[in-house]
């Protein structure tokens, strides 16, 4: 073993405090490092924290920016999401192949670049896009890339990527990238002029019961899509027992086709920073974690500094604007490509620096969740709404939106429109209005709350979007008349199929079977019994599944059959000759064939 | 306070004891609940969801969830069934599970479940997937072909043996049992009389020159279906 590799390994580790639970940060590190996770670095990395090698190996092969096998210096990770594919992604994949001269999944032969593809990274409105190590480069073309390989062949150091800066902070010299915000619509409540620090001002004026039952009376509710109500989640945890308590801010924005979260972390953070902090006086917390997905680490930097001067102002820290007794403080950790860990237990083992396998409930993490502390795990856009109800009180929220909807939702609109962005609503809007807004009249189907919601046709425009309606944690997506909607199934369905953590059988197996039944019907050789097949499946998926995600997998496939059977109707046909339409005699018969270097005397067709 | 809950399985009252869950409180009571993944001597595990059961409507696996007083626990319905076959089915074509000439078969959890819930050959295709199968061991092979991913040697090395042997690698339909070495069984501390080298449900741990000791035909559910021992504990 190198002497370099060990010393640096060491130091890695101890720099973690030698600690188990910080396997993600110690990983992480030791991949940006060398490359890799190596078998000798992950006997090290076992050696240092005191655990099985093998802990270290499952952890290591369950993130997609982690691996075993070296990685090129540069890593281009293209997004391969459905709305990439509608924007052009086909011509741009093969461009970095002809640039590279490698595939997908390969590095070049001098070790220096690797070309993967990624799921959704939350740059659906100006796709298609991908991540070069932590630079993100948008609205890429066959022109775009030609520049972009020849410049990093220059230097091999993607941060020299030259490329106009976007707007806001993503022109801040800690971010310096070229995403844009896209903010298309502001509301009352997220993207409005709102007074700094007035709400945790107000909050600790307060005692912690009385802040839950503002959060309560302004009948705020999850915003990543369950709906559960905050106020309610808030009060299990503060009278949870357990000495130490946690909130965690949910920021693996995730999702296809989600991106607002995206635009709060870059423009919004003080307000989502504030949000965490009342949340921690309310629950009796001392910590607070931002989950974030490794997707949005070129906007880390950034989230530190204002953290930092958080710090400095005694907004963070001990006794708080002068609070006797309220401590508290937020860190960051970084995820490492994997959708699942937006699944809220998911996110404690992650943090917990363990696979990410979502975890048996009950317990409830509320009761018992991050370390087996009581824990409460808030989205972005929710922990922001509750800055501003603090800030303007519980009746102002309470009178926007509907009764049981109350505020606005933030929704990222992408797809076949004309103006994709983020968007603040009240709820209750319909999905007419949205679509007038946005530039698509000719919508043959909207997908609403990303794959794990719903796709539905024009027949349901006149719905609204809201939690007992059409839920949604932001993403909408937008289909022309020219989209195959069993083509777009198909595409959702291998995202489920690549990111089910594989823990329970339904979800790991399932959704295979599903986009092979799928496939079956894309190539022509779909039976109408084949539809029902998919029903029966989908159904005993979503009763079986242990987590969310399992639950909802299969919404893709049952959806479009419920909104669209008349595409699926006529994509399959009733056998007549008795055979396996799948079953391919010659085929079948090639390698015989080939061995006895004679063609069949019966199957000459 | 009594620490006795009273609740209902398909239209029959069970008693259990607070902190039991349905899964233990029906063994109790002797009434089977088709599971695979759990073991009574090892945390459950939760992974292959044939034990759901609709607890007031709602589905929950029954190794996982603790009674409560009065709910209702629906568990031998049609309706269920179909989905437990589903799963069982899922099991038999994710792998490659060839019965007959399975030194497991006669004593194998995964082909007692299939038959007693009436299943000859799995309705989805096959995936025909490449596995791995380890001799290296002196005592013990192991063959992934036939890993159901139960987790049960996991955390009987983990919990019982204290020594980590067995850990899962790996996501989505890749996901697979792996040895706390570099590549090999043999480099582990396993041993033949560690709890992990007896607990697996099928033919993916086995032990060594003890394949044929019971004949066919005289194996644990050749004489009565999986569960019967189970259900002869009803009063």
Not at chain 1, 15 to 20: I, K, M, V
Not at chain 2, 188 to 195: E, F, G, R, S
Not at chain 2, 205 to 215: L, Y
Request: with cysteine; proline share 5%.
């Amino acid at each position: 073993m190198s002497e370099n590799l060990q010393a640096e390994i060491k130091e890695i580790c101890q720099s973690c405090g030698n600690d188990r639970t910080r396997m993600m940060d110690i990983v992480r590190a030791v991949q940006q490092r060398f490359g890799r996770v190596s078998d000798e670095a992950m006997n090290l990395i076992a050696k240092c924290v005191n655990c099985h090698r093998a802990e270290v190996e499952g952890v290591v092969s369950f993130y997609a920016f982690l691996s075993k096998k070296p990685k090129g210096n540069v890593v281009i990770r293209l997004c391969n999401d459905v709305i990439d594919k509608m924007q052009g992604l086909d011509a741009v994949a093969q461009e970095f192949k002809k640039q590279l001269n490698i595939d997908f999944g390969q590095t070049t032969p001098d070790g220096k670049i690797t070309l993967e593809y990624t799921p959704c990274i939350g740059m659906c409105d100006q796709s298609p896009a991908a991540i070069i190590n932590d630079e993100v480069i948008t609205y890429l073309s066959t022109d775009k890339v030609k520049e972009i390989i020849a410049d990093i062949k220059k230097h091999y150091d993607p941060s020299k990527l030259k490329h106009r800066l976007g707007d806001g902070n993503n022109a801040n010299e800690l971010v310096h990238s070229c995403v844009h915000n896209g903010i298309r619509k502001k509301g009352p409540v997220i993207f409005a002029n709102y007074k700094h620090e007035a709400g945790l001002k107000n909050a600790l004026a307060m005692s912690p019961v009385e802040v839950i039952n503002e959060v309560k009376t302004a009948r705020l509710r999850g915003r990543g899509g369950a709906g559960f109500p905050a106020g309610m989640k808030w009060q299990f945890t503060r009278a949870a027992e357990g000495g130490k308590k946690f909130i965690v801010c949910n920021a693996d924005e995730g999702e296809p086709g989600t991106f607002k979260d995206r635009v709060i972390l870059t423009e919004l953070a003080d307000m989502l920073f504030e949000g965490m902090t009342i949340a921690g006086y309310a629950i009796g917390a001392e910590n607070g974690i931002l989950y974030l997905r490794a997707e949005y680490n070129y906007l880390r930097k950034l989230l530190e500094k204002i953290l930092q001067e958080r710090r400095d102002k005694n907004l963070l820290g001990k006794n708080i604007f002068g609070k006797k007794g309220f401590n508290f403080d937020i860190t960051i950790q970084m995820g490492a490509g994997a959708y699942i860990c937006g699944e809220e237990t998911a996110l404690i083992s992650s943090c917990e620096g363990l696979r990410g396998d979502p975890k048996t409930r009950p317990p409830f993490p509320a009761q018992k969740g991050y370390l087996g502390c009581p824990t409460v795990i808030n989205n972005v856009e929710t922990l922001c709404c509750v800055t501003r109800i603090l800030e303007m009180g519980a009746a102002w929220f309470a009178e926007i939106g509907s009764p049981g909807n109350t505020g606005t939702k933030l929704l990222s609109i992408a797809g076949d429109c004309k103006l994709p962005g983020v968007y603040e609503f009240p709820f209750g809007i319909k999905v007419n209005d949205m679509l007038k807004d946005v530039g698509a009249d000719d919508a043959q189907a909207v997908l609403i709350g990303g794959p794990s919601g719903q796709i539905i046709g024009p027949n349901d425009y006149n719905r609204t979007i809201s939690y007992d309606d059409l839920a949604t944690g932001g993403a909408v997506v937008v289909f022309g008349p020219e989209r195959d909607m069993i083509e777009i199934a198909a595409q959702y369905m291998e995202f489920f199929v690549e990111e089910s953590c594989g823990y329970c059988t339904p979800c790991r197996v399932g959704n295979v079977l599903l986009k092979k039944y799928l496939d079956k019907i894309l190539t022509g050789k779909g039976e109408p019994e084949d539809l029902d097949m998919l029903k029966q499946l989908g159904e005993s998926i979503k009763i079986t599944s242990r987590c969310g995600m399992g639950q909802t997998s299969p919404n893709p496939v049952l959806t479009t059959l419920k909104n669209f059977p008349k595409i699926y109707d006529s994509k399959v046909k009733k056998v007549t000759d008795g055979l396996q339409p799948t079953f391919d005699i010659r085929k079948a018969l090639a390698d015989a064939e080939s061995i006895a270097h004679r063609n069949s005397v019966i199957f000459t067709k | 306070m009594s620490d006795q809950i009273t609740f209902t399985i398909d239209d029959i009252e069970v008693k259990g004891k607070a902190g039991q869950t349905i899964l233990q409180a029906a063994d109790e009571a002797g009434i089977y609940i088709p599971r695979l993944c759990y073991h009574p001597e090892l945390a459950p595990h939760g992974s292959c969801r044939v034990c759901t059961v609709l607890v007031n409507g709602k589905p929950q696996t029954a190794c996982t969830q603790p009674i409560t007083e009065g709910i209702t626990v629906e568990n031998d319905t049609e309706e269920l069934k179909e989905h437990r076959r589903n799963l069982i089915d899922m099991f038999f074509i994710e792998g490659n599970h060839f019965c007959m000439f399975c030194e497991k078969s006669g004593n194998c959890e995964l082909q007692a479940v299939a038959y007693r819930l009436g299943i000859l050959s799995p309705k989805y295709p096959y995936l025909f997937p490449k596995k791995d199968v380890d001799s290296t061991h002196p005592d013990i092979f192991l063959d992934l072909n036939r890993c159901i991913l139960c987790g049960r040697c996991v955390e009987a090395s983990r919990d019982v043996d204290g020594k980590g042997v067995f850990e899962f690698a790996g996501r989505s339909i890749e996901k697979k049992i792996m040895v706390n070495a570099d590549k090999y069984l043999k480099d582990t501390n396993l041993a033949v009389t560690d709890k992990a080298a007896d607990v697996c449900p099928v033919g993916t741990i086995n032990k060594k020159r003890t394949a044929f000791a019971v004949p066919i035909g005289k194996r644990l559910y050749d004489k009565k279906p999986i569960g019967s021992e189970i259900e002869e504990r009803k009063k």
